[in-house]
């Protein structure tokens, strides 16, 4: 072993983020000469080298490249780490070795960041990170060029919903689930959008009646956590909502 029997996670930083995010996860009890040794064998080996694992959402977190790593960890002995990160590091962690990792893809909301041992099972208690809700995208059905604002540069008809409803949209993103529990939930332009299908990084939904003819419309996810704490994300959008035309009369027979 290289690290002592107390060894535990006690936070991460940044404390939000999405699948590819660095995460620098601080364990106590872990002697800093050997997080290169981590590394190579965990990128090597895993659990068969007899290294501890990191988990995220249940899923391996992939330790960053060994130049990474020391790089942070030189500067992280020397009190030069990121500002930015300060207000994510708890007072009293700061003796603790940070190990690095990418997170992997997560459902939107508080996920648990476990350290395991192959023979020990769990290493102290898990800690929580927040996996992120996004919107990158938003495209409709039909269409090849995505209704991001600024305005793209697509015809007015790939922009247009009609305010009668039964437009499909596919979003592209981070954090979707079609987990019933996680009540996955989308508006565009304040009118409810029927999610029809999901992963983590996709969702196709069809809009309903009820639109006003207006433009630049905004794309709103929610969704709900384990822990009940909902996340939400907006994304601008040059879509519009347009009201579908009207019968021209009749002229009475001759």
Not at 43 to 60: E, N, Q, Y
Not at 166 to 177: D, K, R, W
Request: proline share 7%; charged share 15%.
């Amino acid at each position: 072993k290289f690290y002592s029997s107390t060894v535990r996670t006690t936070a991460v930083f940044p404390s939000r983020g999405t699948a590819g995010t660095l995460l620098h996860i601080l364990v106590d009890g872990l002697a800093s000469a050997t997080i290169s040794r981590w590394t190579n064998a965990t990128r090597a080996c895993g659990a068969a080298c007899g290294m501890p694992r990191v988990t995220v959402c249940g899923h391996h977190c992939r330790p960053a490249p060994i130049a990474v790593q020391d790089g942070f960890l030189s500067r992280w002995e020397r009190g030069e780490w990121d500002a930015a990160f300060e207000a994510d590091v708890p007072v009293g962690v700061y003796n603790a070795v940070p190990l690095l990792c990418i997170a992997p893809e997560c459902d939107a909301g508080f996920v648990e960041i476990v350290l395991s041992d192959p023979s020990e099972g769990v290493l102290g208690a898990p800690v929580r990170w927040r996996s992120e809700l996004r919107l990158t995208s938003a495209a409709l059905v039909g269409t090849t060029t995505p209704a991001l604002t600024p305005a793209s540069p697509a015809g007015a008809a790939s922009r247009s919903l009609s305010t009668g409803g039964g437009a499909v949209l596919t979003l592209g993103g981070a954090g979707f689930s079609s987990a019933p529990a996680r009540q996955l939930q989308v508006s565009v332009g304040g009118v409810a959008c029927l999610v029809l299908e999901a992963n983590r990084t996709a969702l196709s939904c069809r809009t309903s009646p009820g639109g006003q003819p207006m433009g630049q419309l905004a794309v709103v996810a929610s969704m709900v956590d384990e822990f009940g704490i909902v996340s939400t994300a907006t994304l601008a959008t040059s879509l519009r909502f347009v009201a579908p035309p009207k019968a021209g009369a009749i002229s009475p027979a001759a």
